[in-house]
Nanobody
Framework: QVQVVESGGGLVQPGGSLRLSCVAS????????MGWYRQAPGKQRELVAA???????NYADSVKGRFTISRDNTKNTVYLQMNSLKPEDTAVYYC????????WGQGTQVTVSS
């Protein structure tokens, strides 16, 4: 029962940009608060950005001003635009609801390195 599929990761130099996408196969997507999480090696998974059904957003302090979350309810898709990337942004990025109520996907690897 695949519920989310993340894509868009890759290798980028410091200061670069990436746009992640997550497609969720749930019929109630439009009413869910969706979030992007990341997990770096040896660290716990953390929530970096979230967007409510009404469009309210919140961000972890470490990504404020650099990352932007958005969604397209017609496509059951949530995006994460990441600018001014830093080596410390290197992690596997996942999407889920703010309550982590969906099955976790495989994630998408983001590596920031020169």
């Amino acid at each position: 029962q695949v519920q989310v599929v993340e894509s868009g990761g890759g290798l980028v130099q410091p200061g670069g940009s990436l746009r992640l996408s997550c497609v969720a196969s749930v019929s109630i997507f439009r009413i869910l608060t969706m979030g992007w999480y990341r997990q770096a090696p040896g660290k716990q998974r953390e929530l970096v950005a979230a967007m409510s059904s009404g469009g309210a957003t919140n961000y972890a302090d470490s990504v404020k001003g650099r990352f932007t979350i958005s969604r397209d309810n017609t496509k059951n898709t949530v995006y994460l635009q990441m600018n001014s990337l830093k080596p410390e942004d290197t992690a596997v990025y996942y999407c889920n609801t703010n309550r982590q109520s969906l099955y976790w996907g495989q994630g998408t690897q983001v590596t920031v390195s020169s």
